[in-house]
T-cell receptor
Framework: DTGVSQDPRHKITKRGQNVTFRCDPISEHNRLYWYRQTLGQGPEFLTYFQNEAQLEKSRLLSDRFSAERPKGSFSTLEIQRTEQGDSAMYLC??????????????FGPGTRLTVL | QQPVQSPQAVILREGEDAVINCSSSKALYSVHWYRQKHGEAPVFLMILLKGGEQKGHEKISASFNEKKQQSSLYLTASQLSYSGTYFCGTEIGAGGTSYGKLTFGQGTILTVHP
């Protein structure tokens, strides 16, 4: 088991461009979460999936953000028409209620987005 | 609503103890504790569930006061490796079902010196 992986690790883009991030959860973890973290703050919930179903999306997210988890495996997070305020670390986490301690979330290394 | 952590920062010498608190204004289903080192991902430490059940690493202890919706993380005999930012994540149960949706506090920076 190699843990949660995210790609790319760093992304620099110009304002107005679209970006897409990928998250590969731990194998067989049926829950997948996306968070955003800015410097000096805790992770902020964006959205989460149970298998392929997106159960909730934060009201803080604009329509420029979309996430998918086809076939309940990897997930992608797309940001359209990026703004400088989107600059942050985007973290992915996965969990399986029937394993380990229950709902503990295993985080990936994150994708650091810088919008110029 | 974001839980409130206190203190914001703690400085210790190796071997000293520390307590980090997390308080919520909402009725909680569970409290999770994570530690994050600079430039790394948060790492799970402990889950405290409504009803008193605790699950986590043996060297970490914590409490959950359901009446006050407060949790405390106890770090005893601190080691250099304990340094990092500690976050509590709170979950509000939806009809008794847990989906693991966490709202994190702003973090407590712990620094342990030799």
């Amino acid at each position: 088991d190699t843990g949660v992986s995210q790609d790319p690790r760093h992304k620099i883009t110009k304002r107005g461009q679209n970006v897409t991030f990928r998250c590969d959860p731990i194998s067989e973890h049926n829950r997948l979460y996306w968070y955003r973290q800015t410097l000096g703050q805790g992770p902020e919930f964006l959205t989460y999936f149970q298998n392929e179903a997106q159960l909730e999306k934060s009201r803080l997210l604009s329509d420029r953000f979309s996430a998918e988890r086809p076939k309940g495996s990897f997930s992608t997070l797309e940001i359209q028409r990026t703004e400088q305020g989107d600059s942050a670390m985007y973290l992915c986490a996965s969990s399986h209620p029937g394993q380990g301690y229950g709902n503990e979330q295993f985080f990936g290394p994150g994708t650091r987005l810088t919008v110029l | 609503q974001q839980p409130v952590q206190s203190p914001q920062a703690v400085i210790l010498r190796e071997g000293e103890d520390a307590v980090i608190n997390c308080s919520s204004s909402k009725a909680l289903y569970s409290v999770h504790w994570y530690r994050q080192k600079h430039g790394e991902a948060p790492v799970f430490l402990m889950i405290l569930l409504k009803g008193g059940e605790q699950k986590g690493h043996e060297k970490i202890s914590a409490s959950f006061n359901e009446k006050k919706q407060q949790s405390s993380l106890y770090l005893t005999a601190s080691q250099l490796s304990y340094s990092g930012t500690y976050f509590c994540g709170t979950e509000i149960g939806a009809g008794g079902t847990s989906y693991g949706k966490l709202t994190f506090g702003q973090g407590t920076i712990l620094t342990v010196h030799p």
